[in-house]
């Protein structure tokens, strides 16, 4: 059984970390490429960062570049995703998505992941 999911989502202030996490059972994910998405309310999901099978390799989404940071560790049996949040803005508001790919390249695009988590509110206030 297929799973991805996501854990670490909160209320912080505006300037303040948090740090999500993404645990994924079910396949072999250590040869997957990992993404992390976004949907704030009355917007379309995007892209925010993505790291490639082996973790040596990663992109991000201008909007976070500097701030977020992704990670994983390819245990035995179960790959954790990391997505260390900094500097954190109003507008980092939004449902974050783990995201798994088989074509193992670290990629932007949504339909290339083939497995989706659940999601985890993360919410910046002010």
């Known amino acids: 059984q297929v799973q991805l999911v996501e854990s670490g989502g909160g209320l912080v202030q505006a300037g303040g970390s948090l740090r999500l996490s993404c645990a994924a059972s079910?396949?072999?994910?250590?040869?997957?490429?990992m993404g992390w998405f976004r949907q704030a309310p009355g917007k379309e999901r995007e892209f925010v960062a993505a790291?490639?099978?082996?973790?040596?390799?990663?992109?991000?989404a201008d909007s976070v570049k500097g701030r977020f940071t992704i990670s994983r560790d390819n245990a035995k049996n179960t790959v954790t995703v990391y997505l260390q949040m900094s500097s954190l803005k109003l507008e980092d508001t939004a449902v974050y998505y783990c995201?798994?790919?088989?074509?193992?390249?670290?990629?932007?695009?949504?339909?290339?992941?083939?497995?989706w988590g659940q999601g985890t509110q993360v919410t910046v206030s002010s």
């Open positions: 790291i490639n099978w082996s973790g040596g390799s990663t992109t991000y």
């Open positions: 079910g396949r072999t994910f250590s040869s997957y490429a």
């Open positions: 995201a798994a790919s088989w074509r193992a390249v670290a990629t932007m695009e949504a339909y290339n992941y083939d497995y």
